[in-house]
Nanobody, 115 residues
């Protein structure tokens, strides 16, 4: 079955970097769009970055120039490299895909950026 497992979150100082990983199983990441979302406390979940099955990439304005989404088809993994982190980047980060009108989410990984 489809499964997404995030890892790589943690506590980092402002200005630091983290790399999040999303391990996918039950499907091939190069067949469907893969996205990273985040949800801060008491806020709506928001889209951070997406890579389409064709490799087209889009970012939220708030992370452009700081975050990079990438995909490793051989490992069936998706990554989010996060640089120049800010306290407002603190959130639970989720990996998501959509297959045949069904959304699949991982359980998330916590990112905390200390000022």
């Amino acid at each position: 079955q489809v499964q997404l497992v995030e890892s790589g979150g943690g506590l980092v100082q402002a200005g630091g970097s983290l790399r999040l990983s999303c391990a996918a199983s039950g499907f091939s990441v190069n067949m469907y769009a893969m996205s990273w979302y985040r949800q801060a406390p008491e806020k709506e979940r928001e889209l951070v970055a997406t890579v389409s099955n064709a490799g087209v990439i889009q970012y939220a304005d708030s992370v452009k120039g700081r975050f990079t989404i990438s995909r490793d088809d051989a490992k069936n993994m998706v990554y989010l490299q996060m640089n120049s982190l800010r306290p407002e980047d603190t959130a639970v980060y989720y990996c998501k895909t959509r297959i045949l009108l069904t959304n699949y989410w991982g359980r998330g990984t916590q990112v905390t950026v200390a000022s």
